[in-house]
């Protein structure tokens, strides 16, 4: 067991803004101050030569090293500033397909050059992927398929209830070329995630559309994520929302913008493409809001609860029901306090807490990791 200690002189432990605290037993059991997400990477090789899709336009073969990387990336920049403690962990890259003419929908390397565009061809091609052995399909990951037609391009299943649900996603080969930014890659993969965990665009349309009344609309019904067009600068998006431009709003009013125009989920605007033709992804987008980390964390802990390491358990003083008898530990229904929340853990587990002062336990039986969010300061007493 080990029992709690604060180093802090006046009998306070703090936790900044997103930091944390872990602690470990002897023996197996160990804290972790990350929750891994696996994944399975499956390439789609080419029928006939069964050659791997290529990277560029000199044919380069995609490589595991140009997939280590673009994860490698991914946990360098928005997981290591932004989410809650979690990681992408590639637990295996695997190479799938096997015929050589005549291919049909039950080989993989039948959707070598599939652009995928529609729901109907994702769903027809996860039925085959559950269904036959040389899709390799993992229960206990995310199912990552990279093929040449989705070129430069990616995309990802919403979880259900959405009608739009499958749990597989698409990556083509040209999103790997390594002379491309390696923050765009990174930005991909976030980008889709988001999906995979429950997340719409911000911006109802991604057109190059500019006029309010058409396309500033609510995509993703996330309280703090503002309305939003791609085409629009900072100054529209806040005159569209406060009636002033970025310059003259407080400074809680330009966080809530700039949290819009750096959404990881959102398209990009004009000002932000380094080609005027190009869509998302050509700058690296690294902001999510509070609400849009919350709904990426209990999608993780439920309806995409196979494919991680561990559970968050959210707490806050208050609670959002204090009426409620047996909160349930979602950001919705946090527990009230940090025993009640160590209670309900098990190894590996984040206790996410919410700004406040808090009362600690003397003794922490679990090998857990005490984090705060990004909305402010925890202190606990011990």
């Keep these: 067991m080990n029992v709690w200690r604060s180093c802090a002189r006046a009998g306070f432990i703090t936790l900044a803004i997103g930091v944390g605290l872990t602690w470990g037993l002897t ?47 991914a946990n360098d920049s928005l997981l290591a500033t932004y989410w809650r403690g979690y990681r992408f962990l590639v637990t295996e890259i695997l190479d799938v ?11 993989p390397a039948f959707w070598y050059g599939a ?13 085959w992927a559950k269904m036959t052995p040389a899709f390799q399909w993992r229960t206990d990951a995310v199912n990552v398929y990279i093929n040449q037609g989705k070129q430069d391009g990616a995309t990802a299943s919403f979880p259900p209830p959405d009608n739009r649900s499958n749990d597989v996603v698409f990556v083509g080969s040209r999103v790997f070329d390594p002379a491309d930014s390696p923050v765009w890659k990174a ?15 911000p911006n109802g349309s991604i057109e190059n559309c500019c006029v309010p009344s058409v396309c500033i609309t609510d995509g993703d019904q996330i309280e703090d994520t503002l309305p939003d067009g791609p085409c629009f600068t900072l100054d529209q998006i806040s005159t569209n929302r406060y009636g002033q431009v970025f310059a003259s709003v407080n400074a809680v009013k330009q966080d809530s913008l700039l949290n819009m125009f750096w959404n990881n989920m959102c398209y990009l605007h004009p000002d932000q ?9 050509h700058e690296f987008l690294p902001r999510l809001t509070e609400l849009q980390l919350d709904q990426w964390t209990d999608t993780a802990n439920d309806v995409r609860l196979g494919v991680r390491s561990a559970r968050t ?11 409620c008898p047996t909160p349930t530990g979602k950001s919705t229904d946090p527990y009230r306090d940090i025993p009640q929340a160590l ?12 700004p ?14 005490l984090r705060a969010t990004r909305q402010g300061t925890v202190q606990i007493s011990n």
């Design 356 to 369: 406040g002062l808090y009362s600690g336990p003397s003794v922490i039986n679990q090998p857990v990791t």
């Design 273 to 281: 493409k380094d080609d005027p033709g190009e869509g998302f992804g």
């Design 97 to 107: 397909g096997s015929c050589s003419s005549g291919c049909d929908s039950s080989d």
């Design 343 to 354: 209670t309900n853990s098990n190894p590996g587990d984040i206790v996410l807490l919410r």
């Design 27 to 73: 023996g197996a059991a160990k804290a972790s101050p990350t929750i891994d997400v696996r994944f399975s990477i499956k390439v789609i090789t080419r029928p006939i030569s069964h050659q791997r899709p290529p990277v560029n336009a000199a044919l380069t073969p995609v490589a595991n090293a140009d997939i280590d990387a673009m994860f490698q990336m």
């Design 187 to 201: 930005a991909v993969m976030h980008h889709e995630m988001g999906h995979y965990f429950s997340l719409a665009h």
């Design 313 to 323: 358990r959210f707490v806050e003083l208050q609670g959002a029901c204090p009426s």
């Design 115 to 127: 652009a995928l565009p529609g729901d109907f061809d994702m769903k027809r091609f996860e039925y």
